[in-house]
């Protein structure tokens, strides 16, 4: 669909674990062109930031789209206020898809933090062709922890202070259980940086197919700015170099290049 810009009214807004957030709007057009990896950006009209922020839309629901955010800093601290009935401008929709393998034999998700947010709508996508993918998700403690069970995957948790779970991070959990994973593996996954960077790493080595989802700080969300550049190898762009915005943000692990 054409990118538009589209005042939506809030329709939920609510706290589901420490200092994270579900919110939803109703928008027709939206929900019916959105699939997993797309996101959004959010407008702030009156702050002193004057560029928006762009969240991953974690499900949608008929004729409504619902993201997930976590309070970070000071636009989604304004976000976290806002009513619901409140009115606001979002940007959609940006970016590419994941591309759901049906022929791999075990699906696995590996989320660290806000990072759940796509690969709950890949979940769903999957559940949808009655696949049930295995599920990692990492946080740092139980009160982080957004999806405490979940009937459409096997779902594995795990925090960095063991208060929850497997002890360590999500690709740590999903390496102690591997040996037992029914052949070929497809891998999903979406986290902070250095997350991103030991999973490409380490499906590229191991030989299994992953895709990831960038997580970058965009000015305009369509290309524009130059400023969500990654490093990347075969072909994915022009040149070396990739915009998470216009070329992902989902990229194929091993197309991606992390310097050490």
Known sequence: MTKKLITVTIAQNSAIADDIYLLGFRCPELAEAAQPGHFVNFYFPGSTKIFPRPFSIACTEGESLFIMYKVIGSQTAIMSRWPVGEKITVLGILGNTFTLNPEAASHVLLAGGIGIAPLLFVRDRLAEMGIRPLFFVGARSAAQHSLPNDRKSELYLSTDDGSLGFRGNVLAH?????????????????????????????????????????????????????????????????????????????FRGEDLQFDD
Request: hydrophobic share 40%.
């Open 174 to 250: 999903f390496e102690s259980v591997r040996s037992r994973l029914a052949q070929p593996l497809q891998v999903y996954a979406c986290g902070p940086e250095v997350m991103n960077k030991a999973v490409a790493k380490y499906c590229t080595a191991q030989g299994i197919a992953s895709q990831i989802s960038l997580e970058k700080i965009m000015a305009c969300g369509v290309g524009l700015c130059q400023g969500c550049v990654v490093k990347t190898k075969n072909g994915v762009a022009d040149s070396p170099y990739a915009l998470v915005c216009k070329h992902g943000p989902v």
